[in-house]
């Protein structure tokens, strides 16, 4: 059984910054890759960033440029540095990682007011 655990949400006002992290514990062996969705009221989830075991990153175009993902190899974490935050950012990010399957965290909500 794997778990992540995601920290580091909240409410921020625009052009503010947050720092998400998640910790995956359990039966680890390796992840092909980790990263971020966000899921926001009445839409469907979207990738936010992505990072492989090999340092290879992914970014949704809208986060490009504001947003940046890290990992520690070491400690299973992924962290996502969150800059220059919009409104159309708030949303319910998810942890996610690839390995012998997906796995999803519980979400953390992420709310930038106007």
């Known amino acids: 059984q794997v778990q992540l655990m995601e920290s580091g949400g909240g409410l921020v006002q625009a052009g503010g910054s947050l720092r998400l992290s998640c910790a995956a514990s359990?039966?680890?062996?390796?992840?092909?890759?980790m990263g971020w969705y966000r899921q926001a009221p009445g839409k469907q989830r979207e990738l936010v960033a992505l990072i492989t075991s090999h340092g290879r990153t992914t970014y949704s175009d809208s986060v490009k440029g504001r947003f940046t993902i890290s990992g520690d190899n070491a400690k299973n974490t992924v962290y996502l540095q969150m800059n220059s935050l919009k409104p159309e950012d708030t949303a319910v990010y998810y942890c996610y990682a690839d390995g012998a399957r997906g796995y999803w965290g519980q979400g953390t909500h992420v709310t930038v007011s106007a």
């Open positions: 359990g039966r680890i062996f390796s992840f092909n890759a």
